[in-house]
């Protein structure tokens, strides 16, 4: 079964809006990432932060990690119609060789 | 530095054919991991491999399904015998030989269908 689990399953917002997806784990992790996927394309890597961080900013996105939680949410901010995509979170297990584990993810639709 | 590459990009296949998938992961990568995604979900983790060896295969299915990272060339993902549960999209991502702690690069993915 999947790890990740994000919230909401889907987001609508006006351009100029703030979005914000949530994902938590169940298992202790190395670190947490986050994807964007473009309908039926690739997967963009946006960010990565480890077990040892608590926030990492790139740009427009602004990615928080609580441990204590299994949780993280990543905000973009200032929407713009070209972030209209899904976004997937993606960790790796403490335990692990280096495989992601990926939530369902949250489709963002911003509206221009 | 040119990306992850996979083809072919579309693979249409009736049931009971092979698939073959390939990946060529960026230059100087040598991790290799294929991840499965079927429609309106998150990718699923298959196999994990480096040069001439399969580290983890706990996400293949036990049957049908094989991949290889050979010496020289692309990683091959085979699929044989092809049914319609098959129909997916097959991502290909790869990291440097550094550590665990590293970003995976995908690659745009080969989208079968099985008629």
């Known amino acids: 079964s999947q790890q990740g689990e994000e919230d909401p399953q889907a987001l609508s917002i006006q351009e100029g809006e703030n979005a914000t997806m949530n994902c938590s784990y169940k298992?202790?992790?190395?670190?947490l990432q986050w994807y964007r996927q473009n309908s039926g394309r690739g997967l963009v890597h946006l960010i990565l932060?480890?077990?040892?961080?608590r926030e990492k900013h790139s740009g427009r996105l602004r990615v928080t990690l609580d441990t204590s939680k299994k949780s993280s949410s990543l905000l973009i901010t200032a929407s713009r119609a070209a972030d209209t995509a899904s976004y997937f979170c993606?960790?790796?297990?403490?335990?692990?060789?280096?495989?992601?584990?990926f939530g369902q993810g949250t489709t963002l639709q911003v509206k221009p | 530095n040119a990306g992850v590459m996979q083809n072919p990009r579309h693979l249409v296949r009736r049931r009971g054919q092979e698939a073959r998938l390939r990946c060529s992961p960026m230059?100087?990568?040598?991790?290799v991991y294929w991840y499965r995604q079927l429609p309106e979900e998150g990718l699923k983790f298959m196999v994990y491999?480096?040069?001439?060896?399969?580290?983890?295969e706990s996400g293949m299915p036990k049957e049908r399904f094989s991949a290889e990272f050979p010496k020289e060339g692309p990683s091959i993902l085979r699929i044989q015998q092809v049914v319609r549960g098959d129909s997916a999209a097959y991502f290909c991502?790869?990291?440097?030989?550094?550590?665990?702690?590293?970003?995976?690069?995908f690659g745009p993915g080969t989208r079968l269908l099985v008629l």
């Open positions: 991502a790869s990291s440097p030989y550094i550590g665990l702690q590293e970003t995976q690069y």
């Open positions: 298992t202790s992790i190395n670190n």
């Open positions: 932060i480890r077990s040892n961080e």
């Open positions: 993606a960790t790796e297990r403490s335990s692990n060789t280096g495989k992601l584990i």
């Open positions: 230059k100087g990568h040598s991790h």
């Open positions: 491999l480096q040069k001439e060896n399969i580290i983890d």
